[in-house]
């Protein structure tokens, strides 16, 4: 095993997962929705997932037919005509697991580590006591417990919902007053800011 493999960040992220939730999530007004699947939401981040070696991606959603739209969609890749076509993508889809409530991701992910993980709001508005990505990997490196990194849709997961979470983590700030990444490129960034070699050096 080599020393990247084994480093503090490494183990981290072994432990760690991503959740993406669909329920509950405000829309442009500020109202409570449940937002659609997209299928580049499914691609991308596993491929973030894979990418830092995260124990797994949860793909969370309420309604039974956005649940069956991504089985379907992970059907194709990994057991449909998709699978002879692209073997780095059916590596990364791997990681995805569809559940309908963060209830159940939480008691999976309790199941598999013997216990509950420490859930992590992420959001692009401020929300009051945040801890930065170097803090939290710093805090948790040394402890065996799991994380699960909360990702929100559409406009953001809900104040009741992240007054709920464990912990939350600061906002990415970029150079400019814009501040509309998608969450594709959210996740990426929060997973490089956590796991990759030179964070918090």
């Not at 069956?68 to 697991?97: C, H, K, M, T």
Request: proline share 6%.
């Amino acid at each position: 095993m080599s020393a990247q493999v084994n480093s503090p960040a490494a183990r981290l992220a072994s432990r760690s997962y991503v959740a993406l939730v669909h329920h509950p999530v405000y829309d442009k007004q500020h109202q409570v929705v449940s937002t659609s699947v997209t299928n580049l939401d499914i691609h991308d981040i596993a491929r973030s997932c894979s990418t830092y070696g995260v124990a797994g991606y949860y793909v969370v959603h309420p309604v039974a037919a956005q649940r069956q739209l991504v089985e379907r969609i992970l059907g194709y890749w990994n057991e449909g005509p998709g699978q002879s076509q692209n073997d780095f993508r059916r590596e990364a889809l791997s990681y995805v697991r569809v559940v309908p409530s963060m209830d159940e991701a939480i008691d999976a992910i309790q199941r598999e580590h013997g216990q509950r993980p420490s859930v992590i709001g992420t959001s692009a508005r401020p929300t009051g006591p945040a801890v930065s990505a170097p803090a939290l990997r710093a805090e948790f490196a040394a402890t065996a417990r799991p994380l699960l990194l909360v990702m929100g849709t559409g406009w953001g997961l809900t104040n009741e919902f992240m007054s709920s979470v464990d912990r939350v983590l600061e906002p990415i700030q970029g150079t400019a007053p814009y501040n509309h990444l998608s969450v594709r490129s959210a996740t990426a960034i929060i997973l490089d800011r956590l796991f990759a070699e030179e964070a918090g050096t």
